[in-house]
């Protein structure tokens, strides 16, 4: 999963990187529902009162299934995500609103690494950390 992500255009990989923790959320949250019937209610279809990423994440930081820190690295890349899926050109992290949104990304790894760290390598880093945190 990862070496595909990394070969992937920045627009694929934040796009990616969005649904693969959304559907983390998903798991989360019907793992914790009493009801898989009516938590795939709330979490499919149209109308689901938990079927964004936005509702998916708050939902689990509300219930306690995420810490506050990982709800901020979730919105933070969610917010990356929406530059790059709310327009229909191809765009990269060096885009002057995406790369300042990577600039303000929590850093987890090696603190000399972040001072010249890409935008794209700041995402990847945090996507990472996501992926290890909340995947299988």
Same mark, same amino acid.
């Given at each position: 999963?990862?070496?595909?992500?990394?070969?992937?255009?920045?627009?694929?990989?934040?796009?990616?990187?969005? &649904?693969?923790?959304?559907? !983390?959320?998903? =798991?989360?949250?019907?793992?914790?529902? &009493? &009801?898989?019937?009516?938590?795939?209610?709330?979490?499919?279809?149209?109308?689901?009162?938990?079927?964004?990423?936005?509702? =998916?994440?708050?939902? !689990?930081?509300?219930?306690?299934?995420?810490?506050?820190?990982?709800? =901020?690295?979730? @919105?933070?890349?969610?917010?990356?995500?929406?530059?790059?899926?709310?327009?229909?050109?191809?765009?990269?992290?060096?885009?002057?609103?995406?790369?300042?949104? !990577?600039?303000?990304?929590?850093?987890?790894?090696?603190?000399?690494?972040?001072?010249?760290?890409?935008? =794209?390598?700041?995402? @990847?880093?945090?996507?990472?950390?996501?992926?290890?945190?909340?995947?299988?």
């Amino acid at each position: 999963m990862i070496e595909q992500f990394k070969a992937e255009s920045d627009r694929a990989a934040a796009l990616l990187a969005a &649904s693969y923790l959304d559907e !983390c959320l998903k =798991r989360r949250l019907l793992d914790h529902f &009493s &009801s898989r019937k009516t938590g795939l209610e709330l979490l499919d279809g149209p109308l689901a009162p938990l079927g964004s990423f936005s509702a =998916r994440s708050k939902a !689990c930081h509300a219930l306690g299934l995420i810490d506050g820190q990982t709800y =901020r690295d979730l @919105n933070s890349l969610r917010n990356i995500r929406n530059e790059f899926g709310h327009s229909w050109k191809e765009g990269d992290f060096d885009m002057p609103r995406v790369a300042k949104l !990577c600039r303000k990304l929590t850093w987890h790894g090696d603190p000399e690494a972040q001072a010249w760290a890409t935008p =794209r390598e700041r995402f @990847n880093q945090l996507a990472f950390q996501l992926f290890d945190a909340l995947g299988d």
